[in-house]
T-cell receptor, first 111, second 115 residues
């Protein structure tokens, strides 16, 4: 059974700073990786996907994937107070209909 | 952007009663999901549904749970009978393709309180 763990549980960064979120997964057959963000009172919203090893940049957000080390990360540059939310890493494998969410990182960006 | 609507936003019922949670997915989406979230923490996969069938379900999807989408109407999650541990926020999601390459669109959730 796939296990997806995130660290840290909570993170506080100053406005304009860099936030780095980490995610490890247990199934070496995992192939598809997503980052979702959930603001209070809402459902999660997809931020970006990454399917190949290396970096993928979308605006202020950069995802990094290393399948060999079972690790995926998200880096948020120039963090804004509106980035304050619960961030989830989500993983699925080939032939699976499940998207398994990690434990979440609560990000707070202080003005 | 595309929106998933969930009705009601909050439901309070007595333990042992039946409850139906309703979801109006994005109009052209074909894949539907239910997730459970407790205390604003981890999103737990319950079930996914495609072409009128349950494709995959987790251990959390107990025998008391069922899903259906009759004739393209609401995608529903029914719990009968409910238990205290069913109290949570239930999120519906839909997608146009499989989870491998298509993002899921989530509703705002239905908070279920079982007394």
């Amino acid at each position: 059974q796939q296990k997806v763990q995130q660290s840290p549980e909570s993170l506080i960064v100053p406005e304009g700073g860099m936030a780095s979120l980490n995610c490890t997964f247990s199934d070496r057959n995992s192939q598809y990786f997503w980052w979702y963000r959930q603001h209070s009172g809402e459902g999660p919203k997809a931020l970006m996907s990454i399917f190949s090893n290396g970096d993928k940049k979308e605006g202020r957000f950069t995802a990094h994937l290393n399948k060999a080390s079972l690790h995926v990360s998200l880096h948020i540059k120039d963090s804004q107070p509106s980035d304050s939310a619960l961030y989830f890493c989500a993983v699925s494998g080939s032939g699976s209909w499940q998207l398994i969410f990690g434990s979440g990182t609560q990000l707070t960006v202080m003005p | 952007g595309p929106k998933v609507l969930q009705i009601p936003s909050h439901q309070i019922i007595d333990m042992g009663q039946m409850v139906t949670l309703n979801c109006d997915p994005v109009s052209n989406h074909l894949y539907f999901y239910w997730y459970k979230q407790i205390l604003g923490q981890q999103m737990e996969f319950l079930v996914n549904f495609y072409n009128g069938k349950v494709m995959e379900k987790s251990k959390l999807f107990k025998d008391q749970f069922s899903v259906e989408r009759p004739d393209g109407s609401y995608f529903t999650l029914k719990i009968q009978p409910t238990a205290l541990e069913d109290s949570a926020v239930y999120f519906c999601a839909s997608s146009s393709g499989t989870v491998s390459n298509e993002r899921l669109f989530f509703g705002h959730g239905t908070k279920l309180s079982v007394l």
